[in-house]
């Protein structure tokens, strides 16, 4: 039996990522990119070593306007520098949807995210 080329089987199991991005697992984790994975271990590096604290792995943000549940904005990272909440995001694309929940969260929570 012949083994069916990468690309068809990506295809047919929809493995393959919309923009690309190859899925990796650190730390029994798995992320959405290789680039998140690599973004992750330096802030293990840094929270291990000091430099950072209370590191979590995708925070919510739920997008509430007038009472109305308009949906959420899950970011990669959150964790806490020199006393100040940084909230992270690894992009590789930045999305319509993307610039969108970005513009809400600084509405809503006055939260300004970083991107890496």
Do not use: W
């Amino acid at each position: 039996m012949r083994a069916m080329p990468l690309d068809q089987y990506r295809q047919i199991s929809g493995k393959k990522s919309k923009y690309g991005a190859v899925k990796a697992t650190v730390d029994g984790i798995k992320f959405d990119s290789a680039k998140e994975a690599a973004r992750y271990q330096v802030l293990k590096t840094l929270e291990r070593t000091g430099h950072i604290q209370s590191l979590i792995l995708q925070p919510r943000f739920d997008l509430v306007i007038n009472d109305i549940k308009c949906g959420f904005y899950k970011a990669d990272f959150e964790y806490v520098n020199n006393g100040e909440r940084i909230i992270e995001d690894v992009k590789g694309m930045k999305t319509p949807i993307y610039n969108l929940k970005k513009k809400l969260v600084k509405a809503i929570h006055n939260i300004d995210i970083y991107e890496t």
